[in-house]
């Protein structure tokens, strides 16, 4: 092997190792820290800093980098998404999205919907600098939008206001006990008839996939696991009762978007 072979291999190995340790540094490794810290806990504990630092957020967002991390089926995740929001009446009706997320889903989601004539969208997030931040990629749209400061597992919006409701690759990162209250709180937003549509990871089937992503969650993303079995977004809705639900998985079932209707 050629020497400039290796040393491409060497930078490629110290850019994703120094790539993960910055991950881990501003996502669960800065949790651990304030779990030990023994601090009061609030209903922002669970949040990694990296949504709550400006400067964070800009360096991150960046939509190779997001793509990246769901192994470049963002794109195909987001479209299905977008895809029901277009085949949806939402004339006059209003759309919630609960949690801001990195990338372009919120601007193709405020669109697809307003393409479906909905008179109103409304995004919510816990984290202030979050909605700065989506406010940032929306202004064309800004007499349609509203943002809202409020907790994804306690809203404070009025019951049923919503004919649709998106939320994105959340769960994994809420703490077990907030992933069915969630879950619950973006159902009880929604009006009959309307529409929760779910980004998440899923338990993927070849094992090759399965132990890979396993060794990302204990990592990363410890939270997550419990969406494989304990903590299935589909039996969690449909234990609820007062819904009809579809998923569908992407890339060897390693992701999952769900469609579920309100009755």
Request: aromatic share 10%; glycine share 8%.
């Amino acid at each position: 092997m050629s020497s400039w072979m290796i040393n491409a291999a060497s930078a490629l190995v110290f850019v994703l190792a120094a790539t993960g340790i910055f991950f881990f540094v501003a996502t669960r490794g800065a949790l651990i820290v304030r779990g030990l810290s023994g601090g009061p806990r609030s209903s922002e504990s669970h949040v990694y800093p990296i949504y709550s630092n400006m400067r964070l957020i800009k360096m991150v967002d960046f939509q190779p980098i997001i793509s990246a991390i769901l192994l470049f089926q963002y794109h195909r995740l987001v479209s299905k998404i977008v895809a029901g929001l277009r085949t949806t009446n939402l004339k006059r009706k209003k759309v919630l999205i609960t949690s801001c997320a990195f990338g372009n889903v919120i601007p193709r989601v405020v669109e697809a919907s307003l393409e479906s004539g909905a008179e109103r969208i409304v995004i919510a997030d816990i984290i202030t600098n979050e909605l700065t931040h989506a406010k940032s990629k929306l202004g064309q749209h800004a007499r349609k939008i509203e943002y809202i400061e409020d907790d994804a597992t306690g809203m404070t919006q009025k019951e049923g206001f919503a004919h649709a409701n998106v939320m994105f690759f959340l769960l994994h990162e809420l703490p077990h006990d907030l992933k069915a209250k969630a879950l619950s709180e973006a159902g009880r937003m929604l009006a009959p008839g309307g529409k929760l549509y779910l980004g998440e990871f899923h338990k993927p089937t070849p094992w090759v996939l399965k132990c890979l992503s396993w060794s990302y969650f204990k990592v990363f993303e410890p939270l997550g696991l419990a969406l494989w079995d304990s903590h299935d977004p589909v039996t969690i809705l449909k234990e609820m009762g007062g819904w009809s639900v579809e998923r569908s998985t992407f890339f060897f079932g390693n992701f999952q978007i769900i469609t579920a209707t309100k009755h």
